[in-house]
């Protein structure tokens, strides 16, 4: 909702603006098993793809 106050007549004009947003997948991955350094994942719910790393170095974590 944005609200505008008009200084010249001193009325306040309230304005609806929708926006539009995308649903939000609560991803559960299905991940394929470890062989190599990266394993397929696919969404249960949306389908959608990624990659997974199957190990982590000591560069790629946060102490």
């Known amino acids: 909702m944005v609200i505008e106050k008009d200084l010249v007549e001193n009325e306040t004009v309230t304005a609806v603006v929708e926006e539009k947003t995308e649903p939000v997948c609560a991803?559960?991955?299905?991940?394929?098993?470890?062989?190599?350094?990266?394993?397929?994942?696919?969404?249960?719910?949306?389908h959608e793809g990624k990659?997974?790393?199957n190990s982590i170095t000591d560069a790629d974590r946060d102490y």
């Open 27 to 46: 991803h559960h991955w299905v991940i394929e098993a470890a062989n190599g350094p990266i394993s397929w994942g696919e969404c249960q719910i949306c």
């Open 51 to 53: 990659e997974f790393k």
